[in-house]
């Protein structure tokens, strides 16, 4: 199975700090249909995940514009561009590429 | 709207099985696919299993031999079976919406305690 290993596991900013969160796959997600099939997700307290960016790079509606996600093959990134309160909670990254799908491990994103 | 909706037993003994079903609207099981996925509490997201658009399935290989999904297109219904179930099975279990933007709608999750 494919393992997806996030840094770091927690993370430390100040509103309206830009940070980013890296993703590291075992094999590369590029599948043979040409798509990358590596998403974001978002789980604050108490909720369940929200999706953040999918196909790498792709925002979903109605999410703001400071995240944005980079990368290929086996190394990822998502940036948050002015950390706002809203956003304090563990970030998680998934892949569809190789059944079956995986999680990374998480990174929480806390107030410092 | 899009809406998915996870309902079963919140207590389960161990060694028994766990069913779960997840009830969606505001879209086909026919042409979107319906992901399992679990969290223990206080701990991460584990991908648990799939029924695709087409009906196949695919599981986490660490669940394999106890996880079975079925569906009832018919009642929009996706099932999630689970025996041998363990305490360390306790967790909040989720279904979601997979497709071109995959988990893009998730439900509030249902939890499931293994406690004799």
């Known amino acids: 199975d494919v393992v997806l290993t996030q840094t770091p596991p927690t993370l430390s900013a100040t509103i309206g700090q830009s940070v980013s969160i890296s993703c590291r796959s075992s094999?590369?997600?590029?599948?043979?249909?040409?798509?990358?099939?590596l998403n974001w997700l978002l789980q604050r307290p108490g909720q369940p995940p929200q999706l953040l960016i999918y196909?790498?790079?792709r925002l979903e509606s109605g999410v703001p514009n400071r995240f944005s996600g980079s990368g290929s093959g086996t190394d990822f990134t998502l940036k948050i561009s002015g950390v706002e309160a809203e956003d304090l909670g563990v970030y998680y990254c998934v892949q569809s590429t190789h059944a079956p799908w995986t999680f990374g491990g998480g990174t929480k994103l806390e107030l410092k | 709207q899009v809406q998915l909706t996870e309902s079963g037993p919140g207590l389960v003994h161990p060694s028994e099985t766990l069913s779960l079903t997840c009830t969606v609207s505001g879209f086909s099981l026919t042409g979107y696919s319906v992901y399992w996925v679990r969290q223990p509490s206080g701990k991460g997201l584990e991908w648990m299993g799939r029924?695709?658009?087409?009906?196949?399935?695919s599981y986490n290989s660490a669940l394999k031999s106890r996880l079975s999904i079925s569906r009832d297109t018919s009642k929009n219904q996706v099932f999630l079976k689970m025996n041998s179930l363990q305490t360390d099975d306790t967790g909040t279990y989720y279904c979601?919406?997979?497709?071109?933007?995959?988990?893009?709608?998730w439900g509030q999750g249902v939890m499931v305690t293994v406690s004799s």
């Open positions: 094999q590369s997600l590029l599948h043979s249909n040409g798509n990358t099939y």
């Open positions: 029924m695709r658009y087409n009906g196949d399935t």
């Open positions: 979601t919406r997979g497709g071109y933007s995959s988990y893009d709608y």
């Open positions: 196909l790498v790079s």
